[in-house]
């Protein structure tokens, strides 16, 4: 069976989008293709996105900042936007079924001391898996019925 692909977009794809595929690759990826990517790449993941997302044993050290064009020429199930930006820029897929806007705060705007600005990110990271625990328990129940 070849898994569906989930690609979950951002502006900057350095700290959402990147935890939010963390985590759901996390809970899914042996169901599902994870894949984020941005409107405007940053060109790195943020250094407390990975801190925080190690902080509850998922590692994206490995993840790289990608544009979504990456992507256009490639079958994608479902597209998930976290942030306002992405959604209003966001272009179909081939082979879109899903669509999703979900919107978080940007944690890299976060000012304040390194302990506020890791506890902002910690924050999202949060927010980001309770929503993405949700849609990946329904997803499970849909896709575990079709198999």
Known sequence: MIKPT???????????????EGYLQYKIGHLVNVQSAGSKPSDY????AIKVMQEIGIDITSHRSKHLDEYLKQEVDTVI??????ETCCP???G???HYCWTFADPADAT???EEITDEFRKIRDEIRDTF???SAELSLQIISII
Do not use: Q
């Open 92 to 94: 179909t897929f081939p």
């Open 112 to 114: 304040g001391s390194e």
């Open 45 to 48: 993941v943020h250094p407390v």
């Open 133 to 135: 625990d949700k849609y």
């Open 81 to 86: 936007t976290v942030c306002d930006n992405a």
């Open 6 to 20: 989930i690609l979950i977009l951002c502006t900057g794809n350095s700290c959402r989008s990147h935890m939010a």
């Open 96 to 98: 879109e079924k899903n």
